[in-house]
């Protein structure tokens, strides 16, 4: 089964960066394709970021510009690198495979204030 544990979040001003890694353990990593998600308060989960097998990227419109997603496949792990965060990107951050969710980890809270 697959797990995930995500880290590297924390509180930053209005346009700091923080660079978000997922460690996938218990299956072949580099046959999924992964997704960033987050989760607001109050709001439902979105999905903000994905990447292909072949590293293909796509982006929510609301973090397109300001958000990188990558992998390392030798590293069963996905990255996300927020630059010029803004105080609507506060939530928590969750990663997860795209097409066949596994058991949602912890995730890692981001803040953004000043």
């Known amino acids: 089964q697959v797990q995930l544990v995500e880290s590297g979040g924390g509180l930053v001003q209005p346009g700091g960066s923080l660079r978000l890694s997922c460690a996938v353990s218990?299956?072949?990593?580099?046959?999924?394709?992964m997704g960033w998600y987050r989760q607001a308060p109050g709001e439902q989960r979105e999905l903000v970021a994905r990447?292909?097998?072949?590293?293909?990227?796509n982006y929510a419109d609301s973090v397109k510009d300001r958000f990188t997603i990558s992998r390392d496949n030798a590293k069963n792990t996905v990255y996300l690198q927020m630059n010029n965060l803004k105080p609507e990107d506060t939530a928590v951050y969750y990663c997860?495979?795209?097409?066949?969710?596994?058991?949602w980890g912890q995730g890692t809270q981001v803040t953004v204030s000043s």
């Open positions: 997860n495979v795209v097409e066949l969710p596994a058991p």
């Open positions: 218990g299956s072949i990593f580099s046959l999924y394709v």
């Open positions: 990447i292909g097998r072949g590293g293909s990227r």
